[in-house]
C-alpha cells in the first residue's frame, strides 16, 4: 500500500505539472489561475513527500525541501519559488482542504502497570527547566492488530524533550532484556548523552534491568516516571505515536520475528535521519485559559537538527560532524528508501 502511494506520488511530482512548468517557462507572464495550479500541485506533491505535515510545519519545511524537489522536477521560476517560500499556513490549508484525508482509527494500549521499582523512582511531571539535550522520554507500542494476545512486534520510541529528536526500534515482544538492548542500540545512535529518562509506568521500563543499567553509570541517569493514567505527563513521546510509528508501520499485526532486523534496519538507515533532519515540528511554550478558551503559544516549526545546531551546550566538532552528515542526505532519496524497505516488510506478511 506504501509503495503504492509512493509510486504514484513520485509520478504526480514528474508529470503531473510539467505542462504548467513548461508554460511558464516560456518567458511570458502567466495567468493567476494557472500559476496557483501549479503551486497547489507542487504544494500537494511536497505534503505527501513530508507525510502530510501540517501547514505550520509545512512551511518551516518548504525551505528545507525546495531544493531536492528542483533536483527531482527540474528548476522553478523565481518567482513560483518566492510565491511557495511566502506562502501562509493558513493558505496552505486552503490550498490543500481538497487533497486532506484524516484516519481516525485507534490501535490498542498494550501498558500494563508495573509494580517493581514504584517506590524508588520519582514521578516527574514538569519539564520546563529542560535547556538542553538529553533528556529523554520513552513509551512502547503494540503492533498486535487487534488482540493483544500471543507474541509480536513493538516498537520502542525515545523522545528528546529539548530539541525532539526521535528514534525508533523494533523488539520482539517486550521482555526486560529485549527493551534494555533496544535502548542501548539507540543511545550508541544518538548525538547526545542521555542525561534524564522519562518512562510511563509500564512493566517494559519499570524493572531492574533498566533501572540498574542507568544506576551504575559513573555519571548515573535521572529516572523518572509518570502519573498513572496521565498521558500528558508523556506529551512529546505519545505525539510520536503516529508519525513514527503508526503512520509508518499501521496497525496491522506484525506476529512474524523474522521483521524485527528489517524494521530496524528502515529505521536506523531510512525513517530516523528523515524525520530527524527534514521533518520540523513544533514545541508547546505556554499554555493559558482565557474563560473558556485554552490558548496555546507554539515557538517557531523546526527540524530536530536544526534545535541541536542552535544548542550552545552542544560542541562546535559535533555540529561540524551533523553538517556534514546532512549534506549527504537527500529526504526524496530517503523517502523512497523508505517505500522500497516498507515494500519488502508488507511483502513478509503473507
Same mark, same amino acid.
Given at each position: ?10 509520478? #504526480? ?23 496557483? /495550479? ?76 508495573? #509494580? ?30 487487534? #488482540? ?40 550508541? /545512535? ?33 529516572? /523518572? ?126
Amino acid at each position: 500500500m506504501n509503495s503504492v502511494r509512493s509510486a504514484a506520488i513520485t509520478e #504526480s511530482m514528474r508529470c503531473a505539472c510539467c505542462e504548467d512548468r513548461a508554460d511558464l517557462a516560456a518567458g511570458a507572464a502567466a495567468p493567476n489561475p494557472q500559476c496557483d /495550479a501549479l503551486i497547489r500541485t507542487i504544494l500537494k506533491d511536497l505534503w505527501l513527500q513530508t507525510d502530510q505535515l501540517c501547514s505550520k510545519r509545512l512551511k518551516a519545511a518548504l525551505p528545507i525541501w525546495l531544493p531536492y524537489y528542483e533536483r527531482e522536477t527540474g528548476p522553478l521560476l523565481p518567482a513560483v519559488r518566492e510565491k511557495l517560500l511566502a506562502i501562509s499556513p493558513a493558505t496552505m490549508d486552503r490550498l490543500l482542504r481538497p487533497a486532506r484525508v484524516q484516519y481516525r482509527r485507534h490501535g490498542l494500549c498494550g501498558t500494563k502497570p508495573g #509494580s517493581l521499582l514504584k517506590h524508588q523512582i520519582p514521578i516527574r511531571t514538569d519539564d520546563d527547566d529542560v535547556d538542553q539535550p538529553g533528556y529523554l522520554e520513552a513509551d512502547a507500542v503494540a503492533h498486535c492488530g487487534d #488482540s493483544l494476545a500471543g507474541d509480536f512486534i513493538w516498537s520502542i520510541t525515545l523522545t528528546d524533550l529539548f530539541s525532539q529528536w526521535t528514534d525508533n526500534r523494533a523488539t520482539w515482544n517486550k521482555g526486560a532484556t529485549d527493551v534494555l538492548a533496544r535502548v542501548r542500540e539507540i543511545e550508541a /545512535a544518538l548525538p547526545f548523552a542521555i542525561r534524564g529518562f522519562d518512562v510511563d509506568n509500564g512493566a517494559e521500563f519499570l524493572n531492574h534491568h533498566l533501572w540498574r543499567d542507568f544506576m551504575d553509570r559513573p555519571e548515573p541517569v535521572g529516572f /523518572a516516571r509518570s502519573r498513572p493514567y496521565h498521558k500528558d505527563d508523556q506529551a512529546h513521546v505519545e505525539q510520536r505515536n503516529w508519525t513514527p510509528v503508526r503512520q509508518l508501520l499501521g496497525y496491522q499485526r506484525l506476529q512474524n520475528p523474522r521483521l524485527v532486523e528489517p524494521i530496524n534496519a528502515l529505521d536506523r538507515e531510512a525513517w530516523d535521519p528523515f524525520h530527524n533532519f527534514f521533518c520540523p515540528s513544533m514545541k508547546l511554550q505556554s499554555k493559558k485559559r482565557i474563560r473558556a478558551r485554552l490558548v496555546k503559544r507554539h515557538d517557531r516549526a523546526q527540524t530536530p537538527s536544526e534545535r541541536l545546531l542552535a544548542c550552545p551546550q552542544v560542541p562546535e566538532e559535533t555540529k561540524c560532524e551533523w553538517r556534514k552528515r546532512f549534506a549527504q542526505l537527500n529526504p526524496f532519496v530517503l523517502k523512497r528508501e523508505i517505500d522500497r524497505r516498507l515494500q519488502a516488510i508488507f511483502g513478509q506478511l503473507g
